[in-house]
């Protein structure tokens, strides 16, 4: 099966999708892409202070080390208070309606001859974040890959350029924001309806001995909770409650564009009664249950690889307390 591809492709199809998925904004999404992948709160402390360095220079270096990262020159604000807004934007694609732009911050202390005594640069800030943070899931990771690097590339350059002119006493306090591909949820499948996909995933649980609850898949839910039963006592009604959740978006035909899947597993649930003829079978859940765990996820692997988003990876099973965990207590209570 085919499935939308390329970066480009990606962020035309976004586009055309907006409208469509608005209804998507859901209230359970608590964080972005961009949030996994850039982390722009202004530190109190610069990235670097520079000396001995004219401030036309100054802000050519910052200029140019952006516009070499894939950014376009808008505007550079003076403010009264000494500090400078360089204002980028990002050139994802002539064709998008939606523009990122970029904000750069520096405090420029200048003596007598305009050179910095010093210059503080500032960590950037993307300026419309809100709106990238409102984007189609597929969208925003495609824009989070290409925008984040370009951000980590024109620092690298900065310093490269003004080796000369930092201040000792601050040296460049920039680490890369960039780690790889983050997911939102969990694996993230692309290419395929929801209701097949939860037949694939119904499929591989009852194959590792889960016996599944059903429940109704209609075609662009924007969540789906699967539930399905471990036997405690494979004699017996009742078992380890463990649920996978589903959370989706769709592109023009349908298709998951993603679709996430996570599990939601209380390792400290009730357990049914034993009874005197199930006692070796509680002795031995433990195992039995870890074991059905991997055999589904491996599965799922097996069945599911070939439609994992672009750039992603199928993820490994997650390390879980054991069965009969003691819960953890509640978080406290912030007191203002």
Not at 67 to 82: G, H, I, L, P, Y
Not at 83 to 106: G, H, I, Q, Y
Not at 161 to 189: C, H, I, M, S
Request: charged fraction near 25%.
């Amino acid at each position: 099966m085919t499935f939308i591809s390329g970066i480009r492709k990606a962020l035309l199809g976004g586009c055309f999708l907006l409208a469509g998925l608005a209804a998507f904004a859901q209230p359970w999404l608590s964080e972005s892409v961009l949030d996994l992948s850039y982390k722009g709160k202004t530190p109190a402390f610069p990235v670097a202070a520079y000396r001995n360095i004219s401030v036309t220079e100054f802000r050519s270096m910052v200029s140019k080390a952006f516009q070499k990262s894939d950014f376009s020159f808008v505007a550079v604000d003076e403010q009264k208070n000494r500090s400078t807004v360089f204002e980028f934007k990002f050139n994802a694609d002539p064709k998008m309606r939606f523009v990122p732009r970029v904000l750069v911050s520096a405090d420029e202390l200048l003596d007598g001859k305009r050179k910095c005594n010093p210059c503080f640069l500032r960590l950037a800030e993307i300026k419309n974040a809100k709106e990238v943070k409102a984007l189609p899931w597929m969208v925003q990771y495609d824009l989070s890959a290409r925008i984040v690097p370009a951000i980590d590339n024109a620092y690298a350059a900065i310093e490269s350029a003004g080796r000369e002119y930092v201040d000792p006493a601050f040296l460049f306090n920039y680490k890369r924001q960039w780690e790889g591909e983050k997911t939102l949820f969990g694996n993230a499948f692309v290419g395929l309806s929801l209701p097949s996909l939860k037949e694939k995933i119904v499929r591989a649980y009852r194959s590792a001995g889960f016996l599944s609850v059903e429940s109704e898949a209609p075609p662009r839910a924007s969540e789906l909770t699967l539930t399905f039963s471990f036997p405690v006592d494979p004699a017996k009604e009742g078992g380890v409650i463990y649920k996978v959740k589903i959370y989706s978006q769709y592109d023009e035909d349908g298709r998951c564009y993603p679709c996430e899947v996570v599990e939601h597993y209380d390792s400290s649930q009730k357990l049914p009664p034993a009874g005197l003829s199930g006692v070796l079978s509680r002795a031995t859940l433990e195992p039995r249950f870890a074991a059905a765990l991997s055999a589904a996820y491996e599965s799922m692997r097996t069945d599911l690889e070939r439609y994992l988003r672009p750039r992603s990876v199928f993820l490994e099973q997650p390390k879980r307390p054991p069965l009969g965990s003691t819960p953890l207590p509640p978080p406290p209570i912030a007191v203002t």
